[in-house]
C-alpha cells in the first residue's frame, strides 16, 4: 500500500487571468485535438455557428484564440439555467460531461441569484447565457474528459481594477458574480485595467479545481497556451495548461487541518441541522453534533468542525452567529485520507455520480453520491433504495 503510484495531473497557470475561451484554448493546445469542440455546433442545434481558431503573441507568448461566429439576432437574448440544462440535454454528449457541465452553470445561476436576490432557477443568463458562453463550458468539459486526469490544481487569480459594462450597466471589478464565488480561493492584484476574471472563468475553476495553490511537483508532459481577446501592458493575458504525471502515495495521503469546537447547553436542538448545513456552506469539510454532559449534570451538545484554516474566520462567525455559544476553541489536526476520485454511471432514471476510493490502482469500494440518488428517486417516484442498487449493480456487472 505505501508504494507509490503516477498520477495524471492538469495544473492551470492564470498568468493573465481566466475566462472561459481562454481556458478552452489552452486545454486544446495541451490536449491536440478540437474535433470534439467543432462538432458542438452541431450538437447545440446552433446552425449559424462557426468556431475560428488563430494564433496571437499576447505579452511575446505564442499563442491560441477562439473566436466564436454567429448571428446574435438568431438567438434568445438570455437564457435561464433550464433553458440551458435543456441544450446541454439536447446535445448529446456522454453523461459526465453533461454532469460537470450542469454544475459549471449551477455555479453561475447561484452566484448571479446572490447577487440579485433571485432563485437560481429564476435568474436569467445574459453574457454567461450566451451562445459562446455555452459553447466554451462544454467545450472545457469535453476536453477534460478525454485529458483523463486525476487531479486538476489551479494557480491564484490575478484581478484587475476598474468597471466593466454588461447587461445591468457600469459595475465595479471584480464583477459581482465574480466576487460572489472567490470565497476560498486565493487572488492577487495586478495592476491593469481591466476584467481579468470573467464570470464563466471563475465557474469553471471554482467547480473543476481540486485545490488552489503552486505548480505541483509534477514530470510535465504537455504545454497549452490559449490567450484572451484583450491586451494588457506588462500583463500576458493568458491561460497555461500544463499537463503531466506526478508520483503519490498508493494509499493515504495526509493533510492538514483544524477542528473547532463549542459545547452548547441552551440552544433549541430543531436549530443545529440548519446551523451544520451553513457551516458546510461556508467550507466546512464536515460538521456534525454530538450529545454530552455537561457540568452540573446539565445535558448538552458538542459542536465539532473539521475546516481548511482558510476558512477558519467563516466557520467561527457561523457558530457564534448562528448558536449560543459565547466561543469556541481550535486546535490542528491531520487528516489521513485514501486517494479518491468521481465517476459517472447511468441508470434508469438518469446519471449518477460515484465517489471512488483507491490505494493505488486498486479500487478499495465504490460508493453512490446519496444526494444524486435521491433527488431522481424523488423525480421519478420510485424508491431510493433501487436506485442505489442500480447505480452498485453496473460495478457488479463489470465483475
Known amino acids: 500500500w505505501w508504494e507509490c503510484f503516477v498520477s495524471r495531473v492538469l495544473y492551470l497557470d492564470c498568468a493573465g487571468g481566466v475566462a472561459g475561451d481562454m481556458l478552452l484554448c489552452a486545454l486544446a493546445e495541451a490536449h491536440g485535438d478540437v474535433s470534439c469542440v467543432e462538432d458542438l455546433p452541431r450538437r447545440l442545434g446552433f446552425d449559424d455557428v462557426s468556431l475560428e ?41 456522454p453523461d459526465g460531461v453533461a454532469v460537470t457541465a450542469r454544475k459549471v452553470f449551477e455555479r453561475l445561476a447561484e452566484a448571479e441569484g446572490k447577487v440579485h436576490g433571485q432563485p437560481a432557477g429564476e435568474v436569467h443568463f445574459h453574457e454567461v447565457g450566451a451562445v459562446d458562453a455555452v459553447i466554451d463550458v462544454l467545450g472545457v468539459c469535453l476536453i477534460l474528459d478525454r485529458l483523463a486526469v486525476d487531479e486538476i490544481v489551479t494557480s491564484d487569480l490575478p484581478l484587475g481594477r476598474g468597471t466593466v459594462h454588461c447587461e445591468h450597466g457600469e459595475l465595479p ?44 511537483s509534477m514530470t510535465v508532459a504537455r504545454v497549452g497556451i490559449g490567450a484572451g481577446s484583450r491586451e494588457y501592458p506588462g500583463l500576458p493575458n493568458v491561460v ?61 451538545h458538542l ?12 466557520i467561527v462567525d457561523v457558530l457564534l452567529r448562528e448558536t449560543t455559544t459565547l466561543g469556541c476553541r481550535t486546535y490542528p489536526v491531520t487528516k489521513h485520507h485514501l486517494q479518491r476520485r468521481m465517476e459517472t454511471v447511468a441508470t434508469p432514471w438518469g446519471p449518477v455520480e460515484v465517489k471512488v476510493a483507491l490505494a493505488g490502482d486498486t479500487v478499495l469500494r465504490r460508493v453512490p453520491e446519496f444526494e444524486a440518488c435521491a433527488e431522481l428517486a424523488r423525480e421519478a417516484g420510485v424508491p431510493v433504495r433501487d436506485v442505489l442498487a442500480a447505480a452498485g449493480a453496473v460495478f457488479e456487472d463489470e465483475e
Open 173 to 216: 471589478l471584480p464583477a459581482p458574480a465574480v466576487a460572489a464565488m472567490l470565497p476560498g480561493v486565493p487572488v492577487r492584484p495586478v495592476d491593469v485595467e481591466g476584467e481579468t476574471v470573467t464570470p464563466t472563468g471563475a465557474a469553471l475553476v471554482t467547480v473543476l479545481s481540486d485545490r488552489f495553490g503552486s505548480m505541483p
Open 53 to 93: 481558431w488563430s494564433a496571437g503573441r499576447p505579452g511575446g507568448f505564442a499563442a491560441r484564440r477562439l473566436d466564436v461566429q454567429f448571428d446574435a439576432s438568431a438567438h434568445p437574448r438570455h437564457r435561464n439555467l433550464g433553458e440551458v440544462e435543456n441544450l446541454i440535454e439536447a446535445s448529446g454528449v
Open 303 to 314: 459542536v465539532t468542525v473539521v475546516a481548511d484554516a482558510t476558512d477558519l474566520e467563516e
Open 240 to 300: 497555461r495548461a500544463f499537463v503531466g504525471d506526478a508520483a503519490v502515495p498508493a494509499a493515504v495521503s495526509q493533510t492538514e487541518n483544524v477542528i473547532v469546537e463549542c459545547n452548547i447547553d441552551d440552544l433549541d436542538p430543531r436549530v443545529f441541522p440548519v446551523v451544520i448545513d451553513r457551516l458546510l456552506a461556508s467550507g466546512a469539510l464536515d460538521a456534525y453534533v454530538t450529545p454530552l454532559v455537561m457540568k452540573k449534570g446539565r445535558p448538552g
